[in-house]
């Protein structure tokens, strides 16, 4: 007998795990069963008769048996050209007709009958496909051909189909499919090809190795060749090959029958095991003699066993004989194991052997009765696993050289972005400081220069004394102008620390920017650096920019101060000395410095600036916003920005007292104007403004305050509202301060407000009483009617006379003492101006005229 073996070792299809060849076992802790492709077996056994130690969990699946029938062959042609075949096929019924004699016969049902025309293809994919797909799936299986001598096994199971393709056999086929699902990174599939001749298992890929051992494994009793050379299949080509040289060392004896018959048992092994067994026919048939004897004997003996096995399990006998023959052991799994099996038998259709024909079908009609417990085996293949693991780890090494490359490359083009962008910020602050500086340089030489120049020409017109009185603010001060240019110089030399300290700043960050670009740049470490100096640096970018911002409102207010010195000293030089209004407004000449740092710096980012967290910025911008305010042609612009608002924002939210004065003085500035009064008014400002009244305590503050309401009250259109609004007793409170200035401001806001009045009482727009005495401010205008400062005392003469004008408010005045300071205006007054109009007012009152003859003044 000759037996040829292959295995494959891989995980079932689907099943994703490694694959395992050598041992013929599958590992797959994921499997997932298909479903059966074979019709579920009623006949069931118990596992007491398997050839296997059965019991454990598996699926029941039956031997499937096919029967195949040869055409006639030349030879039986002409011999039985007289006879009828001696079968029958009806392969739609599935069965097959033996004929016992011309008018008898029996009927056998099989799984599967082909006929004399079945194509190798079809019964590839009716006999053995489904045992291919599922030791794909991960189960054993075994492909077996079992009949007479020439009826067609090897030429069902082994043909290699070299000259023509459709004709193939099992074995390619099946070799086949199988490559086509392996993949061959983590799969590998190999082969064994042995022959069983007389009990004896030889190595076909290896002649010498004659006498191959069976292992069992005690535990599993799975069956094994260790000896056998098991070799690695990577295509059909080389399996191919791999059967021809098998074939060439099979041994052929000549029989009577079948010269060309093989005398052993085919079996290419594997989880998929693939038997050509040797004829089936009984001995004394094949004629042989002497050494073909014994030969025939030994290949009967484990045919012979093969059948006992069969009976045994076919009809659930306690003893199954697997141990009487080789071949019995070799298929214990296939038969009552764990294998999917599938059995074709193979007849010729001479009526000449019809004992043997009949003898084969009754073998098929017994496996048909074999159930096996269809099982995965678990069991770990370490060299396979090894094997996919280690295409893992090359698989992850090149991809993270991949990433490390990108990487690196990633971090160079970030590092160059870093140090282009510090060079440029670098570059630009020290443009822009450079510029600055010139700048500011220029700006305070001539500054010096021309004070000098004026100083000097003083000095020639005035004496020697060098002091003036300055009166230009309210308030005394005596100034001495060298004084004043010290301070300038002062300052400048302040100016000078700053921008030297900001200097210092850009060569630090230089330093820095140097050490980075020394630094070896890689790792996360070094990104993560850049990062941070980028931060620093936009924030000392910001810090720079708030710097400048303070020079040039420090700028603004020294060229400011310097306009108003070389103002006053014109004034000086001229013989005016005095102020012609004491309005807290200033400078609405001709375009200072101021306008040009309007221009230059933006207004848009002044008030931006005050919004800014560092309080010395929001002083310094809010002193430029008031400086902008005092000029009248920037006035509209201001407010069209959203200055007004900003400055109102700011009068209650700030707490710093200079910042509250300086708002409120570039109100009291916008307020000048018409337009920017009624905005003041629709935006809440008066209430804004009666509140710092009440609460602040600088004397300037309220004096700036006062200011603003004052001119408020010389708006027609804004009398009641302002009334309504707390206006009037706003400006009454402030009188407590008692500060002049802030007095000054309140005598001329009443003053305002009383002219107001009485336009609208002459226009007969108004009837009532003078809404400054509604709110009580007539004591306080009788108790200051002669105020000995002349500001204060014109303002309210002014006023006693416009609320004297209107009928309606003689009788309260009359009872607060106000006529006794009418009559006193009206001789008393130093203006002639005024002195004649308290005249003609207390004339032209009835009410007046009699209480004063009541009173006897005349
Ligand atoms: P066995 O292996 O059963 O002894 P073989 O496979 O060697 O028989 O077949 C004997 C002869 O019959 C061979 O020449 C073979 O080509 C031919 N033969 C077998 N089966 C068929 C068939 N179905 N169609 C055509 N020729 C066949
Ligand atoms: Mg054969």
């Known amino acids: 007998m000759a037996s040829s ?6 995980a079932p299809r689907g099943g994703g795990g490694a694959r395992s060849l050598a041992g013929g076992n599958l590992r797959s802790s994921s499997y997932k069963s298909r479903p059966s492709q074979l019709p579920g077996s009623t006949l069931r056994r118990s596992s007491t008769g398997s050839f296997a130690a059965a019991g454990d969990d598996g699926v029941p699946g039956r031997v499937r048996v096919a029967v195949r029938l040869r055409p006639r062959n030349a030879e039986e042609m002409v011999a039985d050209a007289d006879f009828a075949d001696c079968v029958e096929v009806q392969p739609e019924l599935k069965r097959l007709k033996l004929r016992k004699n011309n008018w008898d016969s029996d009927t056998y049902e099989f799984d599967e009958v082909l006929t004399e025309f079945a194509s190798q293809k079809r019964v590839y994919e009716v006999v053995a496909k489904p045992v291919v ?29 070299d000259g023509d393709t459709a004709s193939r056999g099992i074995m390619v086929r099946a070799m086949e499919d199988i490559l086509a699902d392996v993949a061959p990174e983590t799969d590998s599939v190999s082969v064994s090809y042995l022959q069983l001749y007389m009990e004896a298992i030889q190595d076909l890929l290896d002649p010498t190795n004659d006498n191959i051992s069976i292992v069992e494994d005690p535990k599993t009793g799975d069956v094994s060749l260790p000896g056998a050379t098991l070799l690695e299949i990577r295509d059909q080509q080389s399996f191919v090959e791999l059967l021809s040289i098998g074939e060439a060392h099979r041994i052929a004896a000549n029989t009577k029958l079948n010269t060309e018959s093989s005398r052993s048992h085919a079996i290419l092994m594997s989880k998929l095991v693939l038997v050509d067994l040797a004829g089936s026919e009984r001995v004394h048939k094949s004629g042989s003699e002497g050494h073909m004897l014994e030969e025939a004997k030994s290949i009967n003996l484990s045919l012979s066993a093969l059948g006992k096995c069969i009976n045994a399990l076919a009809e659930n006998c306690a003893h199954v004989p697997v141990r009487d023959s080789k071949l019995t052991r070799l298929l214990k799994d296939s038969f009552g194991g764990t294998a999917r099996t599938s059995l074709i038998v193979t007849i010729g259709p001479s009526p000449r052997h019809r004992g043997e024909t009949a003898s084969t079908i009754q073998f098929g009609q017994r496996a048909m009765k074999v159930e096996n417990m269809l099982k995965i085996k678990e069991e770990f293949d370490y060299k396979s696993l090894s094997r996919k693991l280690e295409i893992q780890v090359d698989k992850l090494i090149a991809e993270n050289e991949r990433q490390q490359k990108a990487y690196e490359y990633e971090l160079e083009r970030m590092n160059q972005e870093a140090q282009n962008r510090i060079a440029e910020v670098e570059r630009n602050f020290a443009e822009a400081l450079e510029k600055e500086r010139l700048k500011c340089q220029m700006e305070y030489m001539e500054s010096v220069k021309k004070l000098e120049e004026k100083m000097l020409t003083n000095q020639r017109k005035h004496g020697s004394d060098g002091i003036i009185r300055n009166e230009c603010n309210g308030e005394d001060q005596v100034v001495s102008v060298s004084d004043e240019v010290a301070e300038v110089r002062k300052l400048l030399q302040n100016e000078t620390q700053r921008r030297k300290a900001s200097e210092e700043e850009v060569n630090k960050l230089n330093t820095r920017m140097g050490q980075l670009m020394q630094s070896e740049a890689g790792g996360d470490g070094e990104i993560l650096r850049i990062h941070q100096l980028l931060e620093v640096e936009t924030q000392k970018k910001k810090k720079l920019e708030e710097e400048v911002m303070i020079l040039k409102s420090q700028l603004l207010q020294l060229s400011y101060e310097a306009d108003q010195s070389r103002r006053y000293m014109e004034r000086v030089g001229s013989g005016n000395g005095l102020n012609g209004t004491d309005s807290p407004s200033v400078n609405n000449g001709e375009k200072a410095p101021v306008g040009t740092l309007f221009e230059q710096v933006g207004l848009h980012q002044i008030l931006s600036y005050l919004e800014s967290e560092d309080a010395n910025v ?3 911008a809010v002193k430029v916003l008031a400086n902008l305010a005092a000029e009248e042609a920037n006035q509209e612009k201001i407010v069209e920005a959203g200055g007004l608002t900003s400055l109102l ?7 710093d007292e200079t910042v509250r004065r300086v708002a409120a003085g570039a109100i009291a500035n916008l307020a000048m104007n018409e337009t920017n009064q009624e905005l ?11 509140m710092t009244a009440a609460d602040a305590e600088d004397p300037q503050t309220l004096r700036m305050v006062a200011g603003a309401i004052a001119n408020l009250c010389g708006n027609d259109k804004l009398q009641m509202k302002l009334k309504s609004e707390g206006g009037i007793k706003a400006l009454l409170g402030m009188v407590r301060c008692g500060h002049a200035d802030v007095l000054s401001q309140v005598a001329r806001g009443i003053a305002n407000f009383a002219k107001c009045e009485s336009r609208a009482a002459t226009q007969g727009t108004k009837n009532g009483r003078s809404l400054l005495i509604d709110d009580g401010a007539l004591p306080w205008i009788v108790q200051n009617a002669n105020n000995e400062a002349a500001p204060i005392r014109r303002h309210i003469e002014l006023a006693l006379c416009h609320l004297a004008q209107h009928e309606v408010n003689a009788k309260e005045m009359i009872s607060g003492g106000a006529l006794w300071e009418l009559v006193r205006i009206s001789h008393d007054c130093s203006r002639e101006d005024i002195r004649s109009l308290a005249r003609r007012t207390l004339n032209s009152s009835p009410t007046f005229r009699s209480e004063m003859r009541r009173l006897r003044i005349d």
């Open 618 to 620: 929001q002083i310094h």
């Open 649 to 655: 924002m700011l009068l209650r939210k700030f707490e």
């Open 680 to 690: 003041i008014m629709t935006q809440g400002g008066i209430t804004l403004l009666t």
């Open 133 to 161: 797909e599922s030791v794909l799936d991960g189960y054993n299986g075994t492909v077996m051909a079992y009949g007479q001598t020439g009826t067609g096994k090897t030429f069902t199971v082994g043909h290699l189909g």
């Open 5 to 10: 073996a292959a295995s494959r070792n891989g």
